[in-house]
């Protein structure tokens, strides 16, 4: 069992940078993939970032891409999205999740990963 908690969340103006954090609790999180998600109201969850268990690797959306950073610190078994120049588009709940093993071919669907945290609101102002 992995237990996730995201934190960080907040209100912030459009252009402006928050970062989120995912902690973990119940295993090594450097053997897993860890995923962000995002829901916003009346909204599919859908796909932010990913980072790889060993490599590192990073996968990003296109909406994301060169404004959002995913990366980890072993050492406080945390994972990190760093988020700058922030839309009111990017207004959502935020959540990780974690799976041991993602093949690359899924690593952006909901249904890979089997634990996830309970979510943190981030609301971009105009």
């Known amino acids: 069992q992995v237990q996730l908690v995201e934190s960080g969340g907040g209100l912030v103006q459009a252009g402006g940078s928050l970062r989120l954090s995912c902690a973990a609790s119940?295993?090594?999180?450097?053997?897993?993939?860890v995923g962000w998600f995002r829901q916003a109201p009346g909204k599919e969850r859908e796909f932010v970032a990913a980072i790889t268990a060993i490599t590192d690797s990073t996968y990003y959306a296109d909406s994301v891409k060169g404004r959002f950073t995913i990366s980890r610190d072993n050492a406080k078994n945390t994972v990190y999205l760093q988020m700058d120049s922030l839309k009111p588009e990017d207004t959502a709940v935020y959540f990780c999740?974690?799976?041991?093993?993602?093949?690359?071919?899924?690593?952006?669907?909901?249904?890979?990963?089997?634990?996830w945290g309970q979510g943190t609101q981030v609301t971009v102002s105009s």
């Open positions: 119940g295993r090594t999180f450097s053997n897993y993939y």
């Open positions: 999740a974690a799976q041991s093993y993602v093949h690359p071919a899924v690593v952006r669907t909901t249904t890979a990963y089997t634990y």
